[in-house]
């Protein structure tokens, strides 16, 4: 099994930056692509960035230019650097990691860890 746990949330004023990070612990050899979603109240989970095992990116276009996406493959570690945020990045972030072991999951996922943006 793999376990993810984010760290590194809070409240913050608009315009400041946040760096988020996942811990991967258990079978993180097995573990391909990770991500970080964000969801608020009352909507669906969204992407915010994703990071392949090679090291390919890609990012929401409302983060875009702002967020930084990066990976440590032997710490089994994950960030998401936060600059210039706004009210609107305001949600809960989770961290998401692909299994690629047949024995396990095919996906897992984090706690999740609050980032409130004041205005």
């Known amino acids: 099994q793999v376990q993810l746990e984010e760290s590194g949330g809070g409240l913050v004023q608009a315009g400041d930056s946040l760096r988020l990070s996942c811990t991967a612990s258990g079978d993180t050899i097995c573990i391909s692509d990770m991500a970080w979603y964000r969801q608020v109240p009352g909507k669906e989970r969204e992407l915010v960035a994703g990071i392949t095992e090679w090291g390919n990116k890609n990012y929401a276009d409302s983060v875009e230019g702002r967020f930084t996406i990066s990976r440590d493959h032997d710490k089994g570690m994950m960030y998401l650097q936060m600059n210039s945020l706004k009210p609107e990045d305001t949600a809960v972030y989770y961290c998401?990691?692909?299994?690629?072991?047949?024995?396990?999951?095919?996906?897992?996922w984090g706690q999740g860890t609050q980032v409130t943006v004041s205005s």
């Open positions: 998401h990691a692909d299994s690629q072991c047949p024995l396990l999951e095919d996906h897992y």
